[in-house]
């Protein structure tokens, strides 16, 4: 293959920033979540790239335990999010703000 | 018949009676009064079952003694590093047969008698408990293989005792009180005597190493086994002072030994040596006296001669062949029987070794027992262990010094009187003596000392025993004095005449106990029938017979005492199975001829006579004289004592209301008055001396069998010539009981019982002195408060006022201690507690406030800023990492 | 520019473009169909990076139920807009927001800008080698002796070799033993393997991967035997380093070393490797296998001879690359025949284990006269009648039986066996948010209450319904529920 290995890792990094971006500059709730989701895959495609690279399989195990775990963080996730919606009748995070200090 | 299991079946002898307990304990109050008295008396009656196995089993194997070992309990008590091992064993020999038999027996009939007595009680099934823990921790008594399992049925009586005694401490006001603090008289008194006992055991096994009786496998009385298996007598290695007993069983020692012995016995005037020479066919110059050697000849050919040849002997018949049978044939060796098969006299039991002691030469280094520094002769430590024991035997058999408790003890309810403080466990002590024959047979100076004792008590508690008004009290004074005689007895070695008359003594004293408690339940029955009439029917006392028992509390209050011997007179017409029980009951502690009695009490006076006249030693002649000359007086006051009470209670007119409308007591209650009447009676046939005129071989009776049974038991009874029946003796005995009795029958005959509530003997001006003190009980209570009760009572004082609250409390407590730690208080408060450690605590508050307040702002609860933050960090981490690497870019 | 580079190009730009509108857009909708196609655009490059089952993973739990599980949440909440309800508006946060991103882009391809975007490669196993003294030379003795230092008469053979040093046309073998002598790579000091046997192979052992020279000695005298001789050993790899004979008249190099690589690479499925080097016999030949009647069959066709047998690996020339050959497993009578279809060495009831490589190597069986006129640059040595060869297997190579990277075989083995308790704790931590889901979604208590409050006051009129329409004979138990007298 001529693609060189550095080349994903570089697509993995801006997809990352993207990532923390849509976390910092976006207001609903969901979209800050998928925006989670976006980082996540961003490392879990550096993983297997450094794992093609260093021809170690365990970096594909933990893209499988990242998956995993985010399964798991969606689901609470979300249904956080379906109970402060029942609550509050929003999903916009600068309206919850009461544990300012 | 095959009875080599029996012996195995003695642990239930305690199992069972503990199990009966533990029901009544734990579901009593669930039971009916039917159900939890049944439980009782069926764990009595099953006891008495295997007793009588047992019993069966040693009778038909000369009694050899086994020590068993139960499966659960291989060992008890261990410590290893001090060598301390102590089995679980019980020991089955025919001295623990026969006391199995009296506990037991008289044991069941008691309870059945309880069933009577204690019906309705609110407490019975408690009652029923008590009873049969106590026969529980009695049988461990008499079973027990070593010192300590003997201690704790010893202990385990003495605390059935105090339960029992103070059993209706609930009562009220005064009485409630008398009980409760008779039941701690006895407790106290007691503690005494258990010191000298836990002394006794304590040098027992600095001295021995051990606290076992016998080992199993052991013989105790290893003369008595080679006569009986067919091994030789060993008469003659067997001299001096009964060493027979002696665990070496050398056989060889039959020639060296003929002469040495003869030094011996010289030296020491030995009269055995008679035995020994007559045995053999010798003449020796020593003998004494033509009547006993030809007499001893004679008995000694007659009985080594039955033994032997096991076809034609007088009494052993039936009892050889069934125990060879019972061998099942195994000849039977030398080593199996004479303890040489143990590799070192260590190995055996205290008995077997105290025999090796004392065989040693005195003086030799063997025989020192090293107490620290000091190191004492084994016979002075024998001794001193003796008259330890001795002050054991003085708490629980109630002997001078220490009876007190014992009349006392009748506040406990009757069939208790009957049981424990007349039957069986004050017999415990004159148990343990007997138990201990080897150990007294050394010490003739401590069995002198014993002796005396024991015949001053009798004499002392009979004559106190005269002015008692006290139905029961009268009865606690004959059982001192007649504890007082086997104690004696003991004092004399004659073991088997002690436990001889502790059997029937058990019997008729039960029987007496029993029959007083008839009287007092149906004069109490009368008093409250008489008084329920006149109150009326509306009191509340109904008239029918379930209503008596409640006249146990509702009459306390009144002046009336149903068992003050002034309100009673003229039951015999009342009440006349109790009264002719009570008669043979009265008959046979008088001696009279051929009741159970006078065997016994004939036999420990003939032995008196033996020793005083014959004995070996000066000592034993001593002992024998004041045993005689006391014994005797005792045994006159006895008649006249016990006629008295038959006088004031059933003869003459009733005196008050309530002893003419005395009733009859139940069935429960009166057959075991005449099983016991019949007993008293025929208990004593069982060990007629010989030569007796009219009964030797009367109707299959066999002289001395109840001798012969013991004889395994107690080895001194093999070397002791068996006595003839002594006519003179026994003449004189009978004498002075019927003229005790006629003297009785002319000062309390007819009405003149009792003159305006006052004796005869106090009215009658010469005599009103002695009266008087015997009815002060020669002011023994009062002695004791002087010397010790009161002086203890101002020390108490003394030390509650003035050391504990004035010193301690006023003093120390108060002006020392607070004030001490007022200031410290005061001083640690202010600027330590205020300044140091609030001033840290407040100072970490105000400082964790400032900071705070600067930092919360940070904190605005939006998470987007939060991430912001975050990221910041994050790239900041990232950064602070990555300027190695930018470093080394730059010096590259 | 490979059609791959374009693919990843055009896919990755996809990826950028995918996640900027997830990002951009303000229906949630949209943006939650942006980030499927963006993870449908890194499932590519997965499979680009031959991680096909976290691939198909990524479709199938991401892409798929994951992203399901958004769109459902958002549509139930009818979250499409989100509406701004605040009056806290952050207006510095978009460029503060900018900046960190920025930065962190920055931050995290440091490394990459600093390594002049290359990663750093693995450093691999240690390279595996072995030597074989296969040890024939063709000596012109005259000719080297000048070049002995110390040209000591000895007894031994090497000695004889010397001794008739006035014989000009006499060609001798050397078969002793010789030391080996590696330096270079990252050596500190020269590895030196001493008494190497003649037709033996000494064990393999770990060198570091690098460059190295090879210098070769004869043992018993340390002469110089062969010109050093550079050696490249890579990571990974296996290496069997042939000594043997060759005369360079020009050089005057006496051995000749050739490197025959091994590889630990999978075959098919119950095969064996051969790696076949001929290191004597001037001919070309052939491993066949004899079959089950060991014997050569030959036909006549065209009238050519044509072999019968299998062959296993042809074409193995004198001094040639090393050839190599499988074969199934199971045992067989195996040959090395020369093009004239003669038995040179035959190996009988020979055993073939599956995923084992072998190398055997072709090498002359002793001391035996070569022809004096021998001229090997005319292309080949005449040997005479009689002059035998054997070969030596040398001990086999168990291969690397592991599963493809990036398979799902691999990634579940390693995940059962090394990672097997994160996963318990992984499956632990999902029935934790199983659990946690429903928790927290779960309707609170007092709102149950009123819904139960709710049916029954439906019910009580249920109840006047059915009195009424039953001509009010219905009678409740309970007063409560009313209506029972059926007005």
Known sequence: ?101 | MHTETYPQLIPLVILIPALGAFINIFWGSKLTERVSGLIGITAAVLTFIISVLIFSHLNGHHGTGSVINPVIFQTWLRIDSIGLDIPWQFRVDPLTAVMLLVVTGVGSLIHIYSMGYMHGDKKFSRFFAYLNLFMMFMLLLVTSNNFLMLFVGWEGVGVMSYLLIGFNWDKGGALGWKNSNAARKAMIVNRVGDFGVLMAIFMIFWTFGTLTFYQPGETANVCYAREVNNLGACAEESHSEGEAAAAEGETAAAEGDHSEGETVAEAEGDHSEGEAAAAEGETVAEAEGDHSEGETAEGEGDHSEGETAAAEGDHSEGETAEGEGGHGGEPVVLADVDNSKFASYTDLGVFGQTAHYMSLEEGSPERLVQFGTLALDFKTVLFIIVLFLLLGVAGKSAQIPLFVWLPDAMAGPTPVSALMHAATMVTAGVFLLIRSNVFLDYVPEARLVIAIIGSVTALMAGFIALGQWDIKRVLAFSTVSQLGFMVAAVGLGAYVAALFHLATHAVFKALLFLGSGSVIHGVEHGHHHVHAHGNGPGHGHGNGPDDHHDAHDEHVDEAFDPQDMRNMGGLASRMPITYWTYLFGTFALAGLPFFAGFWSKDEILADAFHEALEGHLLLDNLAGYIVLGLLLVAAGFTAFYMWRQVQMVFHGDPRTEAAASAPESSAWMTIPLLVLAFFSFTVGFVNVPKYTPIFSGFMGIQDYEFKHFLESAIPSVTLKESLAFNTPLALLAVVIAFSAIALSHSIYGGNKAVQGRRDPLHVNRSTRQMWSLANARLYWDEIYFRLIENPYNRLSKFLYEVVDWRFLHDYFHDSVLKAGYDSMGKLLAKPFDLGIIDGTVNGVGALVRLLSGRVRVVQTGYVRVYAVILLLGVVAVLLIMLLPLLQVQAGS | MGVDVLLFLVVGALAVGCAIGMLISDNAVHSALFLIANFGCVAFMYLMLDAPFIAMVQIAVYAGAIMVLFLFVIMLLGAEQSHDTTTVTFRWLTGAATILGASLLFALGLPLVIGGFQLPETAGRAPLLRVVNAGVSLVRTQEIAPAEPAAAATADPAATAEAPAAAPAEVVRFSGEVQVTLTGGSLSEPLVLNNVPFGEATDFFDVPAGDYTVQLLRQEDGQIMAAPYPLTLAADSVTTLTLFGEYDFEARKLLKLVPVANSLAQVGNDEGRFILFNAYTPQTLSFIDLGPDQAINTTTRDGATVLLDTVIAADIAFEGAPVTGTYREGTYSLALINSDLEIIHRLDNYTITADTEKTLLLMPDGEQPVPADADPDSGGIQFPAGFTFRSTVLPGLVFDTEPSFGSPLGIGRILFTVYLLPVNLVGLLLLVALVGVIVISRPSGEKQERRANIRRRVSRPLVNVIAQQTGGEVTTETPKLGSGDGS
């Open chain 1, 1 to 101: 293959m001529n693609v060189p290995v550095e080349a994903f890792v570089i697509l993995s990094m801006v997809l990352f920033t993207l990532g923390a971006m849509g976390v910092m500059l976006r207001k609903n709730a969901i979209l800050v979540f998928m925006s989670v989701e976006l980082m996540l895959n961003a490392a879990n495609l550096a993983l297997v790239a450094f794992a093609k690279q260093w021809n170690d399989i365990g970096g594909h195990t933990f893209v499988f335990f990242v998956m995993t775990v985010a399964a798991a963080e969606v689901a609470i996730g979300l249904a956080l999010i379906v109970a402060i919606f029942r609550h509050k009748q929003s999903i916009n995070i600068d309206d919850l703000h009461q544990m300012e200090g």
